[in-house]
């Protein structure tokens, strides 16, 4: 934990464990991280914001904070007391898998399945949305899967979703014929603005990193597991149009600030190995651009060799992001990055998926 005002940085994390998903509460006074066990199991901890008073909580399933400040894990919503003591306030509604970070909307998949003869089967999904984590729910969507032996799986399973804030609708992906192959060349996502609407196809992505914005979200779409091939940086509202890039550049890692301007990284393309050198040397061709509300063009920010995952400060002035495997502040559009910390993870060793490196669930930033 690094104190922006005092410049004191203090270890939260037990000495020599792996942490990982820092997330800031929406109160701003508490944090949460996953510590990978020798078992090789992720345990959650719970800190003050200042990252004292540490320690490991129950955990399982799915985790996070709700826009009231309330935190759900173990099956359980739990109000975190002046003391840090949890104090459970009811079981975790069946079949959640999202809710929208203002509180607006809370996402349901429902899954009924029915047993058929030689280990064949037939499922229904249902996507229902309500207002409130305990309200009634509406359907949005449902779709149907099956298997049997001689045709495999046929439909697609349900993947994960996104709530868009202000009631502006849902995003969401599926498995194509359960596929993991498939699934690491990217799966298309989906928006529903409304109950029953026809879902409309807003690209296809590798991850599902999706940026929010005031009336708008960006993604970077395009197939293809290797990072350093067919991705663009997507903005959509009305409609999805590419973010402008350079002739011959990829765009990526889009991030969008509360008052509309959006930040994101130009890169080369290559065709090469996923070997470390080759990862490191494609990141040696990001550069960090920002296209401000209103304008045109965008323009590149010095001194920003190697730049990936950028994020807006609150009050959408300032940015952080990651290049050289350190973490670096630009204070605001106009003026010269400034490092903050490294490394992030140990030279030579940055865990890669094809060329893509995880940097954004190395850090939070309560600002």
Not at 27 to 48: I, K, M, Y
Not at 86 to 115: C, E, I, K
Not at 306 to 318: E, H, L, N, V, Y
Request: hydrophobic residues 40%; proline residues 7%; charged residues 15%.
């Amino acid at each position: 934990m690094l104190d922006g005002a005092s410049g004191q940085l203090r270890a939260v994390s037990p000495s020599g464990d792996r942490p990982s998903d820092p997330q800031f509460s929406p109160s701003r006074r508490w944090l949460t991280f996953a510590v990978s066990t020798p078992a090789g199991n992720d345990q959650l901890w719970l800190a003050r914001a200042d990252g004292t008073a540490g320690r490991p909580i129950p955990n399982g399933g799915i985790s996070g904070f709700l826009p009231d400040g309330r935190l759900i894990a173990d099956g359980h919503v739990w109000q975190i007391t002046a003391s840090g003591a949890l104090r459970a306030t009811g079981r975790v509604p069946a079949d959640l898998v999202a809710w929208a970070p203002d509180g607006s909307a809370y996402a349901f998949v429902h899954r009924s399945r029915r047993n058929g003869a030689n280990g064949s089967w037939s499922a229904t999904q249902r996507l229902e949305v309500s207002h409130t984590l305990r309200g009634t729910q509406t359907r949005w969507f449902s779709n149907r899967v099956s298997f049997t032996k001689a045709g495999g799986v046929e439909g697609g399973e349900w993947g994960s979703a996104v709530v868009l804030p202000a009631g502006r609708g849902i995003l969401f992906r599926m498995f194509a014929d359960d596929s993991s192959s498939l699934a690491a060349d990217g799966l298309p996502v989906y928006e529903l603005t409304r109950p029953g609407a026809q879902p409309r196809d807003v690209g296809t992505t590798v991850g599902f990193s999706v940026s929010l914005g005031d009336g708008a979200f960006a993604l970077t779409r395009g197939p293809n597991r290797y990072a350093w091939l067919t991705k663009s940086a997507w903005l959509c509202s009305a409609r999805c149009r590419a973010i402008p890039t350079t002739a011959g550049k990829l765009s990526l890692d889009p991030a969008l600030s509360i008052g509309g301007s959006v930040a994101y990284v130009q890169a080369s393309t290559q065709n090469s190995t996923i070997a470390q050198s080759d990862v490191h040397h494609w990141y040696r061709t990001h550069r960090l651009w920002i296209l401000e509300r209103g304008a045109s063009r965008p323009r590149e920010i010095p001194g920003s060799v190697g730049a990936a995952a950028p994020a807006w400060s609150a009050d959408g002035r300032s940015l952080i992001y990651v290049a050289d495997d350190s973490l670096w502040l630009l204070p605001s559009v106009g003026s010269r990055p400034v490092r903050v910390i490294s490394p992030i993870f140990e030279a030579n060793v940055w865990p890669s998926f094809y060329g893509e490196v995880d940097w954004q669930s190395q850090f939070a930033w309560s600002s």
